[in-house]
C-alpha cells in the first residue's frame, strides 16, 4: 500500500512534509495495539503558523485549506510512526477537528472537510472515517485549525 499512497500523494502533486516536533511536553503519536494515535497537528503555510479566526479573517474554503496541511502533517506522523513505510497502515480511523471560529461561524464541518477530502483522495476508501468538527474560541498559536487522528495498522 505504500507505494499506492506515495504514487497517489505524486499523482496529486503532494509531498508530505517531515512529521513537525511537539511544540510541548507530549510525544507526537503513540501506538497502542494496531492503532496509532497522533496527537493534534496545527495548520501551517509556507512554513509559517496558519493563524486567524475563520469567519473573521479567514472564509471557510481559507480554513478547509488550512485543514488540508493539517491532513497532510498527520499522514507525515503517520509515516513516521510507521517507519517511513505507509504500507503498514490499515485505514484512518478517525478525525477530531477543531476550528478557530467566530462564535457565529456554523460552517466547521465543511473547513473540517479540507482534511477529510484529502485523506479519501489519498487513502481512498481506507480514507473513510469517523468524525467531529468543532469549534473553538482560540486554539494555540492563533491557529486556523487544529486536527487529531486515529489510524489503524494493517
Not at 497537528?41 to 478547509?64: C, H, N, P, R, Y
Request: hydrophobic share 45%.
Amino acid at each position: 500500500m505504500s507505494n499506492a499512497i506515495e504514487s497517489r500523494l505524486a499523482e496529486l502533486g503532494l509531498t508530505l512534509p517531515d512529521a513537525p516536533a511537539p511544540a510541548a511536553n507530549y510525544v507526537p503519536y503513540v501506538i497502542s495495539g494496531k492503532q496509532i494515535f497522533i496527537s493534534g497537528q496545527i495548520s501551517m503555510k509556507d512554513g509559517a503558523f496558519w493563524t486567524g479566526k475563520v469567519g473573521a479573517d479567514l472564509t471557510t474554503e481559507e480554513g478547509a485549506e488550512a485543514a488540508k496541511s493539517c491532513a497532510m502533517a498527520l499522514l507525515a506522523q503517520a509515516r513516521a510512526a510507521c517507519s517511513g513505510d505507509l504500507s503498514k497502515l490499515g485505514r484512518l480511523v478517525k478525525l477530531v477537528g477543531f476550528v478557530n471560529s467566530t462564535p457565529e461561524f456554523t460552517e466547521q464541518p465543511k473547513v473540517i472537510n479540507g482534511a477529510s477530502d484529502l485523506m479519501v483522495e489519498v487513502l481512498g476508501e481506507a480514507g473513510r472515517h469517523a468524525r467531529s468538527a468543532v469549534s473553538a474560541g482560540a486554539l494555540p498559536f492563533n491557529v486556523a485549525v487544529e486536527i487529531e487522528a486515529i489510524f489503524e495498522l494493517a
